[in-house]
């Protein structure tokens, strides 16, 4: 018979896998020296990558133009500071290409063993690791899916039927709570209408009194309180809402805690004392592919009850209802998460945890909290820029006021566009009490203090003489 047009021979895949070997060691050789974000256009990458699918395949040649694919892409080196972006350990970028090709489904024991008991294992190193011993968990694709998930969780655990049967409650959170935890309120039904933000205090943290409040003018006008969603590490500063408060007015009120620890919580591995009651919570989002540095997509679930996940999530057909008593071979992920079909994304974490060890990464993660620190000092000894926000984990927030209070805002945002263009640093934008400001976030175990140290001159750099705009070469 002979053979699918698609099969390659295992010798012939080896000399494939050695040139794209040779194109990714080329890559991490430039990446020091690549300009952060590529010179190139909209225009330009639609010319290069946007042709017609071609009918007759290019063989080996088709592998020639990876080249170009990472000519035009965003380097992650030591000063790429936008977002929470981590840095793509690149151990952990060899399991996901073993991952790819053993091609297991991360859904039972039964579709993969090996992979199956490394998930569960790998589950309970970051939990011990985080101070939540005991917890459950699984993996997943972002902190939006487990954000989702962990609301899913609390809505099924807290939420009574109205007379139509549908799920009704209020969630409360910090006004800094990320997008995701209102996207996941509206995808659940609840209505957008129905996540409570509560202005936070002066150092960007839900404030229990106030949580407390709220839950009683809600009581009061006859609605139903059902979760908290508490912030380990806000998206925009940084801020660590105080966690054993708010389990406490959560537990007197019978609401389900779920902390979105996405950006976060990995630095409860370093710093235990700014997450005090992490461990008394109900559910804990936390994305190994921002500060655990993995190549995306790779975050995790963890919660206290399983049985919990089980009822908000498990709905089996018969055709695939695991049939196995044991312990282990009777694993079945489908029905703890979301997902049915699921990648295998244990197998990088677990590498890149296996061959640097959990002090590598609790030193990396601590490394990037002083530097964040060292770069708030530089901001503040420097008489043209001011801080606006606390920096407890690795968020720097500032801006440049050496002009014109009344045009700052826009002088800030040309100013963020003249150092990325220039692609020696990469920083992004946010809004910080009603101010346009530079935000730098440290995630990165390539950062240097070199690398801190050149925000601030290109940050200057990119400043108009005092009092003038800047000019738009
Ligand atoms: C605090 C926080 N929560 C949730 C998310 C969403 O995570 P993901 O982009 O992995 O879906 C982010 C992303 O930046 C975040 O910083």
């Known amino acids: 018979m002979p053979s699918s047009p698609l099969e390659i021979s295992p010798d012939e895949f080896a000399e494939l896998a050695g040139r794209v070997s040779a ?74 290409f073993f991952a790819s090709v053993l091609n297991q489904n991360a859904t039972a024991w039964r579709s993969g063993p090996a992979t ?78 129905n996540l409570r933000l509560i202005p936070p205090d002066a150092a960007m943290r839900l404030d229990p009194g106030a949580l407390r409040h709220a839950i009683s003018a809600d009581r009061a006008a006859g609605r139903t309180p059902i979760a908290v969603v508490a912030n380990a590490g806000t998206i925009v500063t940084g801020a660590i809402d105080p966690l054993a408060a708010i389990v406490e ?36 989002s936390l994305d190994a592919h921002k500060w655990l540095y993995q190549p995306l997509d790779c975050s995790a679930l963890l919660y206290r009850d399983p049985d919990a996940a089980q009822r908000a999530f498990s709905l089996t057909d018969d055709y695939a209802a695991s049939l ?54 530089l901001v503040d000894a420097e008489p043209t820029l001011e801080r606006l926000a606390e920096v407890p984990l690795s968020a720097v927030c500032f801006r440049w006021v050496g002009g014109d209070p009344a045009t700052l805002d826009v002088v800030n945002a040309a100013m963020l566009d003249r150092i990325n263009r220039r692609g020696r640093v990469y920083l992004s934008n946010a809004t910080v009490r009603g101010h346009f400001v530079l935000r730098a976030c440290i995630t990165n175990h390539r950062t240097t203090d070199a690398d801190i140290v050149a925000v601030i001159g290109e940050v200057l750099r990119a400043a108009p003489p005092t009092g003038t705009r800047p000019s738009s070469s």
């Open 324 to 377: 196995s008593a044991d312990p282990v071979e009777g694993q079945v992920f489908f029905e703890e998460t979301l997902e049915l079909s699921r990648r295998v994304r244990a197998l990088k974490l677990w590498l890149s945890l296996r061959y640097h060890g959990l002090e590598a990464f609790r030193d990396s993660i601590a490394d990037n909290m002083r530097q964040a620190r060292r770069l708030a000092a």
């Open 116 to 193: 199956a008991v490394i998930e569960r294992s790998l589950i309970g190193w970051l939990t011990d690791a985080l101070g939540c011993p005991g917890f459950s968990g699984t993996l997943t694709s972002g902190g939006s899916l487990a954000n989702l998930m962990g609301l899913a969780m609390a809505r099924e655990a807290k939420a009574p039927a109205n007379e139509t049967g549908r799920p009704t409650g209020v969630v409360y959170a910090s006004s800094e709570v990320h997008m995701s935890v209102g996207k996941a309120v509206a995808l659940l039904g609840l209505g957008r209408e």
């Open 249 to 284: 007015v959560a537990r007197a009120e019978d609401l389900w805690v779920h902390v979105d620890g996405a950006y976060g919580a990995p630095a409860a591995m370093v710093a235990p004392e700014l997450f005090h009651g992490l461990g008394d919570v109900d559910s804990l």
């Open 23 to 96: 194109e990714v060691v080329r890559h991490l050789h430039g990446l020091d020296s690549a300009p952060i974000r590529p010179a190139t256009t909209g225009a330009e990458s639609m010319a290069l990558f946007a042709g017609p699918a071609p009918e007759q395949g290019l063989g080996a040649a088709a592998l020639d133009e990876l080249s170009e694919v990472a000519r035009h892409s965003r380097v992650g080196n030591g000063r790429f500071f936008g977002y929470v972006m981590g840095s793509g350990e690149p151990v952990a970028a060899l399991g996901d």
